[in-house]
């Protein structure tokens, strides 16, 4: 490995930090205007660089969030963000480098959990992160009448443009986090979405759901182009939220029902009813269904103790972790809970594998088919699959 130093870069330092990131996103450096929006998003001493021979070369940043996991509990969780390795110093073990010291330091602050949204899915699981949640890219084409009339739809109203980023923030707090994967947004997200608004979404618009006890959902759209002008615009939705089937109808049939738009895309959770709803469910076509959120244990015992667990009888899971050691060992899960044992392992598994069962969007039977999780006791899989069972997770807050 290259002979580096991996440190705390002050706060003089974030900028070339930022730079490293965009270049190896292939985007430009940041004008003056976009870095003064993007000062608050990075939390001091949170930001991390790797340096060879004095020469700030890779990094890796993140933001304290909470994180909901089955049973409603909500973990502190640290939300990676702006991982890069300037393209001159790739595979030389410096991502592996800032990893680590990422974790160790997620670890010293007393979270339990990490999550990150990946650019490339093989990055990440040799460091324990696991895809925990799923997501769909759909486009529904736009027509009146494209919801179901008894579907139970409350009003929509556009909110001000002035006034989006209050009204958005405030109903997302008073919806919560009301499925597991969903993330508390801190003011630095916000700062991101607003610095979009402002140089990026030019044109975005939101609307909000009244429900029978308050405003429940929203949705951040902006037209974006289309080769079908002359058809109507295309709708991309940046930001939905539904907290209850009725604001799911009432935000669908709102956008669906605008007037020039011929299409609207959005990237939604995978049981959303959408095909349902509509009255010609081949309206949508389902683009792509891709990972998620990532997550990392970073505390094993903590993150366990803390979901919910289905009935069955409990299994000894014997968990491996490379990155933080302490985390292995055997753990009796059980539906009065979890504990370390010396008892015999039902199943094997790694971290990462941990880490996509953790929020119940994949059964342990289906990573042991495919030889991701040792069985040693065939009769503990069906027991682990209801064990872990949990209504399937999303996250629906990109950073
Ligand atoms: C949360 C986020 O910010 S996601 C954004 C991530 N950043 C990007 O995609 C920007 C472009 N890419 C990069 O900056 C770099 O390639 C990084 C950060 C992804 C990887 O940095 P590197 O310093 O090259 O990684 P490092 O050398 O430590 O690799 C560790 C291991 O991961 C593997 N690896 C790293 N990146 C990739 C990749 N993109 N695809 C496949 N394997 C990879 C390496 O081969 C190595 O494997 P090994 O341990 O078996 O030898």
Redesign the pocket.
Known sequence: MTDHAVRVLDTSEHRAAIDI?RE??HFPPQSDDEWTHAIPTYTDGRVFGVHVADELV?T?ASWPTRLAVPGGAELPTAA????????D???????????RRQLADVRERGEVLAA?????P???G?FGYGPATTSRVVRVRARRGAVRAEAPAGRVSIVPASDVEARLRAVYERIGLFRSGMLTRPDAWWTVVRTRRALVWKGARAAVHHGPDGEDGFVLWRPVPSENLGQGAVLQIEDMQAATPAAVAGLWSFLLGIDLVAEVRADRPVDEPLEWLLTDPRLATTENVEDGL?VRLVDVPAALAARSWGEAEPVVVEVADRTLPDNAGRYRIGPDGVRRTDAPADLELDVAELAATYLGEVAPSVLAGVGRIRVRDAAALARADRLFAAGRPYCGTFF
């Open positions: 990131m190896a996103l890779g890796a990676v963000i702006r991982v890069a390795v300037r393209a110093h790739t595979r030389r073990g410096l991502l592996g480098a800032l990893m990150l949204n990946a650019s490339e093989l990055i990440y040799r990532w």
